[in-house]
């Protein structure tokens, strides 16, 4: 069965240095690859995806993710985060007309 | 520049009380879909809809019902509220590329809390 795993619960890092969320799936084929940001009481937006082709995306506001099939992986990277960018993150997998969504990591920044 | 709208924000209901979420999007999709957002849990998919006239399960849709009427409107319907139903409801929409399959890329709505007591 399809799913998605995103290991963090909730990460916390101090503004200015690097972030990594990471994101495991499991399908049988090449799968369509999503990361979502919701800011706290909002919906969700989309930051990236991952159709096909080159396996490292980039995204909007300086986000980017690398698809490694080896690892069944879609982590999701920013160098150098603002504290702005705290909020929950999903990864996301579509499968037969579905979207699957990982549990979700909430991202707290420190000043 | 509406996008995908819901109605309403924000609502309580008693145990046993009916309502009904609208959704509508105004971007000619094919595909919209209706999700519950529980703390830690992330998205689960409630039901979804490939066009006008289609409507399909998902993981979770015991309790609700859906129409689809129009490629515009999607509103689910909650029969007999009961607590485990208190949650925020998304809607969202996608769209097929030029002659090709839908793409999975979904336009979410704002969100509607739905308190039951």
């Known amino acids: 069965a399809q799913s998605v795993t995103q290991p963090d619960i909730h990460i916390t890092v101090s503004e200015g240095a690097s972030l990594e969320l990471r994101c495991n799936y499991s399908?049988?084929?090449?799968?369509?690859l999503f990361w979502y940001v919701q800011s706290p009481g909002q919906g969700l937006q989309l930051l990236l995806k991952y159709f096909s082709g080159d396996t490292l995306v980039q995204g909007i506001k300086g986000f980017e993710a690398e698809f490694k099939r080896s690892q069944s992986s879609f982590n999701l990277r920013k160098p150098s985060v603002h504290w702005s960018d705290a909020a929950e993150y999903f990864c996301a997998l579509f499968s037969y007309d579905k979207v699957i969504f990982g549990p979700g990591t909430s991202l707290s920044v420190i000043p | 520049n509406a996008g995908v709208t819901q109605t309403p924000k924000f609502r309580i209901l008693k145990i046993g009380q009916s309502m009904t979420l609208q959704c509508a999007q105004d971007?000619?999709?094919?595909?919209m879909y209706w999700y519950r957002q529980d703390p830690g849990m992330g998205l689960k998919l409630i039901y979804y809809?490939?066009?006008?006239?289609?409507?399909d399960k998902g993981e979770v849709p015991n309790g609700y019902n859906v129409s689809r009427s129009t490629t515009e409107d999607f509103p689910l319907r909650l029969e007999l509220a009961a607590p485990s139903q208190t949650s925020v409801y998304f809607c969202?929409?996608?769209?097929?590329?030029?002659?090709?399959?839908?793409?999975?890329?979904?336009?979410f709505g704002e969100g509607s809390r739905l308190t039951v007591l």
């Open positions: 971007m000619n999709h094919n595909y």
């Open positions: 399908y049988g084929a090449t799968p369509y």
């Open positions: 809809s490939v066009g006008a006239g289609i409507t």
């Open positions: 969202a929409s996608s769209y097929t590329a030029a002659r090709g399959p839908n793409t999975g890329e979904l336009f």
